[in-house]
């Protein structure tokens, strides 16, 4: 079966880093995509990895390991505003989208 | 530009009722898809239309369906809605398969 792996709650304080984690199993690999949701909200596109490395914008980067099935999302200078979840997705070898459940962060001042 | 637009916002339905979820894009974006999101779950795909004129069945296709008679409306029908369809309903765009999707604002569904 299809699994991504992604932890359910995190804290972190205002003006620290946080990593968040990704692990997957697919039937296939043609990316990874990680996406913030508000809650309340539609998903909102972050960024995306088809190759190994880090892909850097701004204040959040996105890594990637194909050959450990490993992504991580790295949030520096955390805002409030960035308490939401963040979900990680897979394009599949269909192209389809396999979504993790999410992991919520929590800023606090 | 609007981008995706869902109507309704939210619905309260009778189990046994139909329904159709609107969802329409003005992006001009060639695919198009429907997910279900429930707590503890990922978003799952229920069907998607690689460009007008064809759909797909995705990961939860049982009991709804899909058209997708022009670019920019994909609409989702119910035929007889059950309590297990409760969800927040998205809909999505994206210019090709392999580009990032883009959502709707949602559906909130209640099936009693």
């Known amino acids: 079966g299809q699994n991504i792996d992604q932890p359910t709650e995190m804290t972190a304080t205002e003006g620290a880093i946080v990593q968040i984690n990704c692990t997957y199993q697919t039937s296939g690999f043609n990316g990874l995509f990680w996406y913030q949701q508000h809650a309340g909200e539609a998903p909102t596109f972050l960024s995306y990895?088809?190759l190994d490395g880090l892909e850097e914008k701004g204040r959040f980067s996105s890594f990637l390991s194909r050959s450990k099935g490993y992504s991580y999302l790295l949030l520096k200078e955390l805002q409030m505003k960035d308490s939401a979840s963040y979900l990680c997705?897979?394009?599949?070898?269909?192209?389809?989208?396999?979504w993790g459940a999410g992991t919520k962060l929590i800023i606090k001042p | 530009t609007a981008g995706i637009t869902q109507a309704p916002t939210s619905q309260i339905l009778a189990a046994g009722r139909s329904m159709t979820l609107r969802c329409t894009q003005d992006m001009r974006h060639n695919a198009m898809y429907w997910y279900r999101q429930d707590l503890g779950l990922g978003l799952r795909l229920i069907h998607y239309?690689?460009?007008?004129?064809?759909?797909g069945k995705g990961e939860v296709p049982d009991g709804y369906s899909v058209s997708r008679a022009n670019t920019d409306d994909f609409p989702l029908t119910l035929a007889s809605a059950v309590p297990s369809q409760t969800s927040v309903y998205f809909c999505a765009s994206s210019d090709s398969g392999e580009a990032e999707q883009f959502f709707g604002p949602g559906t909130r569904l209640t099936v009693l």
């Open positions: 997705a897979v394009r599949d070898s269909n192209y389809q989208l396999i």
């Open positions: 990895n088809v």
């Open positions: 239309s690689n460009t007008a004129g064809t759909t």
